[in-house]
Nanobody, 125 residues
Framework: QLHVVESGGGLVQPGGSLRLSCAASALTLDDYAIGWFRQAPGKEREGVSYISTSDSTSYSDSVKGRFTISRDNARNTVYLQMGSLKPEDTAVYYC???????????????????WGQGTQVTVSS
């Protein structure tokens, strides 16, 4: 069974950067599409970025141009590089894995097979 664990969250000032990691236990991470989601207090969990098994990427409008998703299959890890951070980026960030690509449905939370426990990102001065 695949397990995913997020890391890299923390407190950062507005305009700063963070890199989140999503590490997987399986030996075939390249068979999985990975989505990054976030959930702020009182709000629904929303998809922010996605990378397919062929490394095609997608982003929500709110993070496009500021966040970059990438994968390192040799390390079984997917990264979310976050830049120009804003207070409204404050949330718990989750990674989710799905065996196979999701295409236009990548923001649909219920379709993912595996979820991590989340890592807190706080953007504040």
């Amino acid at each position: 069974q695949l397990h995913v664990v997020e890391s890299g969250g923390g407190l950062v000032q507005p305009g700063g950067s963070l890199r989140l990691s999503c590490a997987a236990s399986a030996l075939t991470l390249d068979d999985y599409a990975i989505g990054w989601f976030r959930q702020a207090p009182g709000k629904e969990r929303e998809g922010v970025s996605y990378i397919s098994t062929s490394d095609s990427t997608s982003y929500s409008d709110s993070v496009k141009g500021r966040f970059t998703i990438s994968r390192d299959n040799a390390r079984n890890t997917v990264y979310l590089q976050m830049g120009s951070l804003k207070p409204e980026d404050t949330a718990v960030y989750y990674c989710a894995a799905n065996r196979g690509d999701l295409g236009v449905f990548w923001q649909a939370r219920h379709v993912y097979d595996y979820w991590g426990q989340g890592t807190q990102v706080t953007v504040s001065s």
